[in-house]
């Protein structure tokens, strides 16, 4: 295969652009020998023009009169049919444009959809596929969102995953036409509830367009998580309430500012890895028509793609034409749809060269660091890959934060009563320092979370020992194995009151340890009252009941609701719970820079002193005091994760005046409400997390004395003024 040089790309010519009298039509497709502009009108009829190319970068330009908003188009690319040099073109498939801004119907699977025959996927099959495809719309430009009055930095963020459908579908308080659509999740009721509950972000799963696999479709199901994109320019057309030719941009705009204006921020779950067109044997659709070898990894002999997603393709982002595409999709919906981040899936394919290898000084994060439309921007990796040295957890650098796969697996081990000892437990709680305390990383690196999309959700956690898949059609055979789940003793749910008080207990424990934890916290939708898929752990495919949010179960699971919210506010009001830097044990002193005789950080065993080695080295324990402090505040928390009640007796001073339980994760009142004096024996039941706060003195014991003797009201020492600097 002759590989053309790099080419400079003008991406401003690409995709539809309105102008005076018309409509400009740009496409990248260096390797073609013809490019066709298919204009289609409501019929189906096609009215093509020839487009030219230019030499320098390999663009294809038209200019269309009289063509304007929600003008239906594709194009047809002409080139050599030539599997073995990567060149699989074929002017017979109709072609979405990859930087339309809207698309508009679907895909017929029993239609001519493939580029080759039913018996050969090297044979060219060249029957017309316009009838089966979805279509581009030229969208007229619109306003962008309202932005948010102040983006939080990570460190004070709680995200909320979410799908844009199932978040509402079956919500009561939303009207029934608008659930499930980007207006449902714009909808007062739901931005009233996610405020309430103290979430600072949304983080919604692919809301770009995307189109099923064939062989789900063949099994009467769709993809529902969205992990199939098609259009990385345009929002999901099926996410529209009123309409598909360009309603739906305005529709996710509407959908930004409704929620920028209550103070949350919008992050997209984006999968630029690999496209919905699977590997080669798969539809041509948009990408593969328009050069194969350019978009798409392929393996040495050209015929194959090199998968690292698991899906069939991996795009190429060492070719700098998809690299452009990209970083230019990123940048459209920041500046015109008013995105405040994106979680990136499988995000090491996004970092691997023209070798397939993995490089961390790839020029995909070289472009987003020298590009000052993402200053502020989050970026968050999904930091592995399928293929070879794919697990990147903790090499991401400065500027990104990871979700957190060990924070997952340990907290699941640690509360179903499969871990050695609590060092891990602490390091875990603390940041997970071991993994990203390095190269000047914050603690906001980790993104902590129990659950995700993929896999139980908290309720099933507790719930079932193993996947329960059937509905998906694969024979019990897809999703993974390794949940680290417990039952509690019987599999599936039950009536009996013991065991599922017990699992409320558990779902408590488990999500306190996400929320309470050093780093960012992310809660699934639905986990803070006990949704559940039934004990399905790969519900990708289940766009019903299944996978939906089921409301009713509010009021049901009122405790843990309870919980979250109240640790989420508790979060809120005070600092040191989301701290952003790591702490190894430093004395902290008053503002005059006396010690103040505590730790930023320390670890207690029950007899309310601090953890010897030999208590650390313990494989047996199962209990552990976490305490951490500023100069203004100070909390305990106790992490009983053993079946048997322990008593633990409550710090002294200097760590604390007085003690008050702020959250426990038994039933109310199992523990004392009242304050607690240092040195008292708490009876800390089983499998519980108690938080406490501590009453802790500002300013050191000689700084207090010498401030209480001076009596003008109103001066520095007076007590009234306490917490402020003393005098100078």
Same mark, same amino acid.
């Given at each position: 295969?002759?590989?053309?040089?790099?080419?400079?790309?003008?991406?401003?010519?690409?995709?539809?652009?309105?102008?005076?009298?018309?409509?400009?039509?740009?496409?990248?497709?260096?390797?073609?020998?013809?490019?066709?502009?298919?204009?289609?009108?409501?019929?189906?009829?096609?009215?093509?023009?020839? $487009?030219?190319?230019?030499?320098?970068?390999?663009?294809?330009?038209?200019?269309? +009169?009289?063509?304007?908003? !929600?003008?239906?188009?594709?194009?047809?690319?002409?080139?050599?049919?030539?599997?073995?040099?990567?060149?699989?073109?074929?002017?017979?498939?109709?072609?979405?444009?990859?930087? #339309?801004?809207?698309?508009?119907?679907?895909?017929?699977?029993?239609?001519?959809?493939?580029?080759?025959? =039913? /018996?050969?996927?090297?044979?060219?099959?060249?029957?017309?596929?316009?009838?089966? *495809?979805?279509?581009?719309?030229?969208?007229?430009?619109? &306003? +962008?969102?309202?932005?948010?009055?102040?983006?939080?930095?990570?460190?004070?963020?709680?995200?909320?995953?979410?799908?844009?459908?199932?978040?509402?579908?079956?919500?009561?308080? @939303?009207?029934?036409?608008?659930?499930?659509?980007?207006?449902?999740?714009?909808?007062?009721?739901?931005?009233?509830?996610?405020?309430?509950?103290?979430?600072?972000?949304?983080?919604?799963?692919?809301?770009?367009?995307?189109?099923?696999? +064939? %062989?789900? *479709?063949?099994?009467?199901?769709?993809?529902?998580?969205?992990?199939?994109?098609?259009?990385?320019?345009? &929002?999901?057309?099926?996410?529209?309430?009123?309409?598909?030719?360009? !309603?739906?941009?305005?529709?996710?705009?509407?959908? @930004?500012?409704?929620?920028? /204006?209550?103070?949350?921020?919008?992050?997209?779950?984006?999968?630029?890895?690999?496209?919905?067109?699977?590997?080669? /044997?798969? &539809?041509?659709?948009?990408?593969?028509?328009?050069?194969?070898?350019?978009?798409?990894?392929?393996?040495?002999?050209?015929?194959?793609?090199?998968?690292?997603?698991?899906?069939?393709?991996?795009?190429?982002?060492?070719?700098?034409?998809?690299?452009? $595409?990209?970083?230019?999709?990123?940048?459209?919906?920041?500046?015109?749809?008013?995105?405040?981040? %994106?979680?990136?899936?499988?995000?090491?394919?996004?970092?691997?060269?023209?070798?397939?290898?993995?490089?961390?000084?790839?020029? %995909?994060?070289?472009?987003?660091?020298?590009?000052?439309?993402?200053?502020?921007?989050?970026?968050?990796?999904?930091?592995?890959?399928?293929?070879?040295?794919?697990?990147?957890?903790?090499?991401?650098?400065?500027?990104?934060?990871?979700?957190?796969?060990?924070?997952?697996?340990?907290?699941?081990?640690?509360?179903?009563?499969?871990?050695?000892?609590?060092?891990?437990?602490?390091?875990?709680?603390?940041?997970?320092?071991?993994?990203?305390?390095?190269?000047?990383?914050?603690?906001?690196?980790?993104?902590?979370?129990?659950?995700?999309?993929?896999?139980?959700?908290?309720?099933?956690?507790?719930?079932?020992?193993?996947?329960?898949?059937?509905?998906?059609?694969?024979?019990?055979?897809?999703?993974?194995?390794?949940?680290?789940?417990?039952?509690?003793?019987?599999?599936?749910?039950?009536?009996?009151?013991?065991?599922?008080?017990?699992?409320?207990?558990?779902?408590?424990?488990? $999500?306190?340890?996400?929320?309470? =934890?050093?780093?960012?916290?992310?809660?699934?939708?639905?986990?803070?009252?006990?949704?559940?898929?039934?004990?399905?752990?790969?519900?990708?495919?289940?766009?019903?009941?299944?996978?939906?949010?089921?409301?009713?179960?509010?009021?049901?699971?009122?405790?843990?609701?309870?919980?979250?919210?109240?640790?989420?506010?508790?979060?809120?009001?005070?600092?040191?719970?989301?701290?952003?830097?790591?702490?190894?044990?430093?004395?902290?002193?008053?503002?005059?820079?006396?010690?103040?005789?505590?730790?930023?950080?320390?670890?207690?065993?029950?007899?309310?002193?601090?953890?010897?080695?030999?208590?650390? #080295?313990?494989?047996?324990?199962?209990?552990?005091?976490?305490?951490?402090?500023?100069?203004?505040?100070?909390?305990?928390?106790?992490?009983?994760?053993?079946?048997?009640?322990?008593?633990?007796?409550?710090?002294?001073?200097?760590?604390?005046?007085?003690?008050?339980?702020?959250?426990?994760?038994?039933?109310?009142?199992?523990?004392?409400?009242? +304050?607690?004096?240092?040195?008292?024996?708490?009876?800390? &039941?089983?499998?519980?997390? #108690? *938080?406490?706060?501590?009453?802790?003195? *500002?300013?050191?014991?000689?700084?207090?004395?010498?401030?209480?003797?001076?009596?003008?009201?109103?001066?520095?020492?007076?007590?009234?003024?306490?917490?402020?600097?003393?005098?100078?």
């Amino acid at each position: 295969m002759s590989t053309p040089p790099p080419p400079v790309i003008d991406s401003r010519v690409l995709g539809a652009r309105l102008c005076e009298g018309g409509t400009r039509f740009g496409l990248w497709a260096p390797r073609a020998t013809r490019v066709e502009l298919a204009l289609v009108d409501p019929q189906r009829k096609q009215r093509n023009l020839d $487009m030219q190319r230019s030499d320098a970068d390999g663009v294809w330009t038209v200019f269309a +009169p009289g063509v304007g908003p !929600e003008q239906r188009y594709g194009f047809r690319v002409h080139g050599p049919w030539d599997p073995d040099d990567g060149a699989r073109f074929n002017p017979a498939k109709l072609l979405l444009d990859p930087y #339309a801004r809207a698309i508009t119907a679907g895909v017929d699977y029993s239609g001519p959809i493939l580029d080759h025959t =039913a /018996e050969s996927d090297y044979e060219v099959d060249t029957t017309d596929s316009y009838l089966a *495809v979805p279509l581009s719309v030229v969208v007229a430009d619109s &306003p +962008p969102p309202t932005p948010i009055a102040r983006r939080r930095p990570l460190a004070e963020s709680v995200i909320y995953e979410a799908h844009v459908k199932g978040l509402t579908r079956l919500h009561p308080a @939303v009207p029934e036409h608008l659930r499930g659509t980007f207006a449902g999740l714009a909808y007062p009721a739901m931005i009233d509830y996610l405020t309430e509950l103290g979430v600072t972000a949304v983080e919604l799963l692919p809301s770009h367009y995307f189109v099923s696999e +064939p %062989f789900i *479709v063949g099994r009467g199901l769709s993809n529902y998580w969205g992990y199939n994109t098609l259009g990385f320019f345009a &929002p999901h057309s099926a996410y529209g309430s009123v309409g598909t030719t360009g !309603e739906q941009v305005r529709e996710f705009k509407d959908m @930004v500012s409704a929620l920028h /204006e209550a103070g949350i921020e919008v992050i997209l779950d984006v999968v630029y890895n690999h496209t919905g067109e699977g590997g080669h /044997e798969g &539809p041509t659709l948009s990408f593969r028509g328009i050069d194969h070898a350019g978009y798409y990894r392929l393996t040495e002999d050209l015929r194959n793609d090199y998968d690292v997603t698991g899906c069939g393709n991996s795009v190429d982002t060492a070719h700098p034409g998809v690299l452009t $595409m990209i970083i230019d999709s990123m940048r459209y919906w920041v500046t015109e749809m008013g995105v405040d981040g %994106f979680r990136f899936d499988l995000a090491t394919e996004l970092i691997r060269d023209d070798q397939h290898h993995v490089d961390q000084e790839h020029e %995909f994060k070289a472009l987003i660091e020298s590009d000052p439309t993402f200053d502020g921007i989050k970026m968050i990796a999904e930091p592995w890959d399928l293929g070879p040295y794919g697990y990147q957890v903790g090499n991401w650098g400065p500027g990104w934060s990871e979700w957190n796969d060990r924070f997952r697996g340990y907290a699941r081990d640690f509360w179903r009563g499969h871990t050695d000892g609590v060092d891990e437990l602490a390091t875990r709680l603390a940041g997970s320092a071991d993994i990203f305390d390095h190269d000047g990383r914050p603690a906001s690196s980790s993104i902590n979370f129990v659950t995700a999309h993929d896999g139980f959700t908290l309720r099933d956690l507790v719930t079932y020992d193993g996947k329960h898949n059937e509905a998906n059609g694969e024979d019990n055979r897809d999703g993974t194995d390794d949940n680290r789940s417990w039952n509690c003793g019987v599999e599936g749910e039950t009536d009996d009151p013991a065991i599922n008080a017990l699992r409320t207990r558990q779902m408590k424990n488990l $999500m306190i340890t996400q929320l309470l =934890a050093v780093g960012v916290p992310m809660i699934t939708a639905g986990d803070e009252f006990a949704r559940t898929q039934g004990g399905n752990n790969n519900a990708y495919c289940q766009d019903g009941p299944i996978s939906w949010v089921h409301w009713d179960l509010l009021d049901r699971h009122g405790e843990l609701h309870g919980l979250v919210r109240a640790t989420l506010a508790l979060r809120a009001k005070y600092p040191v719970l989301r701290r952003n830097r790591f702490h190894y044990g430093r004395e902290l002193s008053d503002l005059q820079g006396k010690p103040l005789g505590r730790k930023d950080v320390a670890w207690f065993s029950e007899s309310g002193t601090e953890m010897t080695g030999d208590q650390w #080295a313990d494989g047996s324990r199962r209990l552990l005091g976490w305490y951490v402090s500023d100069r203004r505040a100070a909390f305990l928390s106790w992490f009983n994760g053993g079946p048997d009640e322990v008593e633990v007796v409550l710090p002294a001073a200097p760590w604390a005046t007085s003690w008050h339980l702020e959250i426990e994760t038994g039933p109310p009142g199992e523990l004392p409400a009242h +304050p607690l004096e240092p040195g008292t024996t708490l009876r800390l &039941p089983g499998r519980t997390v #108690a *938080v406490l706060r501590a009453d802790v003195p *500002v300013w050191a014991a000689a700084n207090r004395a010498r401030e209480q003797a001076r009596p003008a009201a109103g001066e520095a020492g007076d007590p009234s003024q306490r917490g402020r600097p003393g005098p100078r």
